[in-house]
Structure formats: structure tokens, C-alpha cells
């Protein structure tokens, strides 16, 4: 069974700082993406990852994935509020003739002038 | 395109009523796929349609949940004898086979309250 962890599950930052959140999953794969969701509303498509070493930027978000670690990363560069919300990764599985996404429990991001 | 939609947004039904949802996929999306997201956790995958054939259905699913893609196009979720555990927000998305990054787009939501 296919397990997605991500670390950490809660973070608090100042604006104008950088972190990174961590996504670590249990099984081969060779597509991760980055779905975004602020409160009460649906996700949020943020990155593609489709190959090892894949590495994309958009805006202060930066997302690389290594398909051999297993691991996948989002870089936030100098936080600001806007970029507060929760962030998932999910992990793409085919088996059988069946396909699905497996989700992490996401890291909450809150951003503090 | 409009993108993905559900309806309705928002159900508050009694503990032991059936519900029924609707998915519209982008449309020549042939894939879609349902998941529910409780409070506080990522979405988890309920079931999946490649045109009108269910291809999988997770074990999240008991007997009282069903789902139908008539002709390939939109899709409902019926939950029968609803209880308190079902409430959560269930999330439709679809993608289309010739995409080959496999993206899924996700709609709205219909966000489900028992009482």
C-alpha cells in the first residue's frame, strides 16, 4: 500500500523567510504534483512533476522531485500572507488497469507579517 | 471551458436519509475520479471511471455508497441510509487519456453534513 507522508504537517513563518516542505512516499512513481487549498475550498492545481529530477518554479514556490529518494520538495522562497494555506502532495499509483492519486495530510502554512 | 462542476455545493441531510451528487467533467475528459476529504486530512480516493466502466472502487466504499458514469459523461454518487461519519467534502475530478502528465482537475466540492 502506497504511503504519502508529509513534514512538516504545520508551519508557521515569518513573511520574508524561506522553508521547505517535505514529501516522502513509500512506493515507485514517476508523477507527483502539488495541489494547493485554502479553507473550505477545492484544490488547487500548483506543479507537474513527471520525471526524476524535475524541478519547477512559479512566483516564490519552487518544487523538485528525485524519483530514487522518493522524495519531493516545495521551496518557499521569502514567504508572504498570500501564500498561507494548506499545500498537499499526491502521488500518482496505477494498478490493475486502475489509476488514483494518493494524497499526503498536507502541511498547513500560515505566513505572519 | 468551465471546468469541473458539482451540485450541489453544499447538503445538510438527516442521519438515515439518502443523498445523491452529481460530477460534470471537463468536457472529453474521459476519466473521473471521486474522493472525500474529512476534516483536516487530504483527500482520499473513493472510485474510478475510464468512460462509462468503473474500473476500481476503494474499500472506503461500503455498501451504501454507489457510483454511475451513464454514457461516459457526468457522474453521480448516491450514498443510501446516510450516517454521521459521511460527512465530509467529496471532490470530483477528471483528466483526459491523451494528457500524458495524467493531471486531474478538481471541481467545486459538495460538502456533506449529517445530522
Known amino acids: 500500500e502506497l504511503k504519502v507522508e508529509q513534514n512538516p504537517l504545520f508551519l508557521s513563518m515569518q513573511e520574508g523567510k524561506n522553508y521547505t516542505i517535505y514529501c516522502n512516499y513509500s512506493?515507485?512513481?514517476?508523477?507527483l504534483y502539488w495541489y494547493r487549498q485554502d479553507p473550505g475550498k477545492s484544490l488547487e492545481s500548483l506543479f507537474v512533476l513527471l520525471s526524476n529530477g524535475a524541478v519547477k518554479q512559479e512566483g516564490r514556490l519552487m518544487a523538485s522531485l528525485d524519483t530514487k529518494a522518493r522524495l519531493s520538495t516545495l521551496h518557499i522562497t521569502a514567504a508572504v500572507h498570500d501564500l498561507s494555506a494548506t499545500y498537499f502532495c499526491a502521488v500518482f499509483l496505477t494498478q490493475g488497469g486502475s489509476e488514483k492519486l494518493v494524497f499526503g495530510k498536507g502541511t498547513k502554512l500560515t505566513v505572519n507579517p | 471551458d468551465t471546468g469541473v462542476s458539482q451540485d450541489p455545493r453544499h447538503k445538510i441531510t438527516k442521519r438515515g436519509q439518502n443523498v445523491t451528487f452529481r460530477c460534470d467533467p471537463i468536457s472529453e475528459h474521459n476519466r473521473l475520479y471521486w474522493y472525500r476529504q474529512t476534516l483536516g486530512q487530504g483527500p482520499e480516493f473513493l472510485t474510478y471511471f475510464q468512460n462509462e466502466a468503473q474500473l476500481e472502487k476503494s474499500r472506503l466504499l461500503s455498501d451504501r455508497f454507489s457510483a454511475e458514469r451513464p454514457k461516459g459523461s457526468f457522474s453521480t454518487l448516491e450514498i443510501q441510509r446516510t450516517e454521521q461519519g459521511d460527512s465530509a467534502m467529496y471532490l470530483c475530478a477528471s483528466s483526459f487519456d491523451r494528457d500524458t502528465s495524467y493531471e486531474q482537475y478538481f471541481g467545486p466540492g459538495t460538502r456533506l453534513t449529517v445530522t
Open positions: 512506493t515507485t512513481s514517476d508523477r
